[in-house]
């Protein structure tokens, strides 16, 4: 049996994290580390390691997730966002539940690139 990620822990309480958004499904909380001046993850209660085993095991899942992030960045913004899977360590995934990083407020051109 593998191990609860840190989003699963946040979600049951044995860690602390601000949640911000709830569905059913899915919930939203802040970025520990922030990279812009809004920056949400946004969480399938669900654990699937990445986008697109998201995608391909649950897509009505996946639009939700989109949903709830537009929704965040309506909420906490001006409705521009910017939004981001990383798709395995290569690519900055240090936690393999998949989640939606929501960027938003004042990104103009800065690059996330890397980030």
């Known amino acids: 049996m593998t191990e609860p990620s840190i989003f699963t822990r946040i979600l049951q309480g044995d860690i602390p994290g601000e949640i911000v958004a709830e569905t059913e499904r899915v919930f939203a909380i802040k970025d520990i580390a922030p990279q812009a001046p809004v920056h949400l993850l946004v969480i399938p209660k669900t654990p699937y390691r990445d986008v697109a085993e998201l995608a391909a095991g649950d897509p009505s899942l996946l639009a939700e ?9 309506a909420e906490h913004a001006d409705g521009d966002y910017r939004l981001l ?9 240090t936690v393999f539940h998949v989640h939606a990083h929501v960027l938003a407020g004042g990104l103009g051109e800065k690059s996330l690139v890397g980030e």
Do not use: E, I, T
């Open 85 to 93: 899977f990383n798709s395995g360590a290569g690519a900055g995934q």
């Open 65 to 73: 997730v989109v949903q709830v992030a537009k929704d965040l960045a």
